[in-house]
């Protein structure tokens, strides 16, 4: 069965927006997005963003453009826990089965959906390769998921990375619909 939505998020953390055409078919997901913002200065980025089996992060490739510059990152994952950035590898990040694009609440989709976060308890750490905007830098991020409790629409999720806290609203098929202090979803009229 294949799931295909298209989402806006107002992202306040960006004080800007993000539109993200997703289809989740199987355990497998592939977007395409654009967002612009003006914090921490004003950008556009576009990104693609696909997973294999697992929900694992197979590639995630953004271009982010700034007044003074316009940057394109070409993230891939090798299926064995390798990273490379452009080409060349990424020291320290293996193990990582996910990438996190900042700013995009899109990216907290693939661990909850492939421990099943929204629909029933458990707690989960992961450790992410997290993408900077508009800067496009790569680094690690040790993230903790847990489930909180059902809601009528889907679930809540705790995320915790450092000394960061934010309980996120997902929808039934593991989408966040609100990640406080980052994005709400809107909804069409």
Do not use: K
Not at 9 to 16: E, K, L, M, P, Q
Not at 170 to 183: H, T
Request: charged fraction near 25%.
């Amino acid at each position: 069965m294949t799931t295909s939505r298209v989402l806006t998020w107002d992202v306040t953390a960006s004080r800007g927006y993000e539109t993200a055409w997703v289809d989740i078919e199987g355990d497998s997901l592939r977007a395409r997005g654009r967002a612009v913002g003006v914090t921490p200065e004003p950008y556009w980025v576009s990104y693609e963003l696909d997973t294999g089996e697992g929900f694992v992060t197979r590639r995630l490739l953004v271009t982010a453009e700034t007044a003074g510059r316009t940057r394109t990152l070409d993230l891939r994952h090798d299926g064995r826990g390798g990273w490379t950035a452009d080409g060349e590898r990424l020291p320290g990040m293996d193990g990582a089965l996910d990438c996190d694009l900042g700013l995009c609440p899109l990216t907290n989709t693939m661990p909850v959906l492939r421990h099943g976060l929204h629909r029933a308890p458990g707690e989960q750490e992961f450790l992410m390769a997290w993408v900077s905007v508009p800067g496009l830098t790569v680094r690690r991020s040790r993230q903790t998921y847990r489930h909180l409790g059902r809601t009528e629409g889907g679930a809540r999720v705790r995320f915790v990375s450092g000394g960061f806290r934010a309980d996120l609203a997902f929808d039934a098929d593991g989408l966040v619909l609100d990640y406080p202090g980052l994005a709400r979803r809107l909804t069409p009229r």
